[in-house]
């Protein structure tokens, strides 16, 4: 089990990192690619994890060369999501960490989800009433990679940001907790990664 006791608090990632929600979520945008006609490219999608669709909407269209609105085509991706069966089982070790921790240090979850989708999931999980808050891609303007996400859930649980340790899945979300001044663990298949925020 990871030794967390000298972070004050803990933030996690949710869709790849807590909820196994990425096949879903990959499913929705192979089937909004197809109904717009985009290329669709499983590996890169899945790397811009954390970032709001409208913005992965808005570079797949720009290096497409289509003239389509990106808020258009995040709203199918939303509703296709929104319509699918609701897959979001708990990745074990880092449910293991949560539920060490629980009652004992302030957590928090930091999405590029929506709000409304991520309270749908953590609930179905039954996961929602364990984190002190939620800080959703509705919550802040500017996103992973870049660290307001963080940075808002350190503030809400009234930690200094390098105090708190970060659980991610993505690159972009290991490059906006360090962006914050925040340790990581990447949560791999096989556990954890430990990567240090970078001293300057």
């Not at 060369?65 to 880092?94: C, R, S, W, Y």
């Not at 060490?100 to 309270?119: N, V, W």
């Not at 953590?122 to 303007?141: K, M, Q, T």
């Amino acid at each position: 089990m990871l030794n967390l006791e000298h972070y004050e608090a803990i933030i996690f990632d949710m869709d790849g990192t807590l909820l196994d929600t990425m096949p879903t979520h990959l499913e929705a945008w192979r089937l909004t690619a197809e109904h717009f006609s985009l290329p669709f490219d499983k590996q890169w999608i899945h790397s811009m994890g954390g970032m709001p669709s409208a913005k992965i909407a808005a570079v797949v269209l720009q290096q497409a060369g289509i003239d389509l609105k990106p808020q258009t085509v995040a709203d199918f991706k939303l509703e296709t999501f929104k319509a699918m069966p609701i897959t979001a089982n708990p990745i074990q070790h880092t449910l293991s960490v949560m539920n060490a921790y629980l009652g004992r240090k302030p957590m928090a979850i930091g999405t590029g989800s929506m709000r409304e989708s991520a309270k749908r999931l953590l609930n179905y999980a039954g996961l929602l009433e364990h984190f002190d808050c939620l800080v959703s891609s509705d919550d802040v303007e500017q996103h992973k990679p870049n660290p307001d996400t963080f940075l808002r859930a350190a503030q809400l649980m009234k930690v200094e940001s390098k105090f708190c340790i970060v659980f991610e899945d993505t690159m972009l979300g290991l490059q906006a907790a360090h962006a914050g001044g925040m340790d990581c663990y990447l949560v791999t298949p096989d556990g954890f990664e430990f990567h240090p925020a970078t001293v300057v």
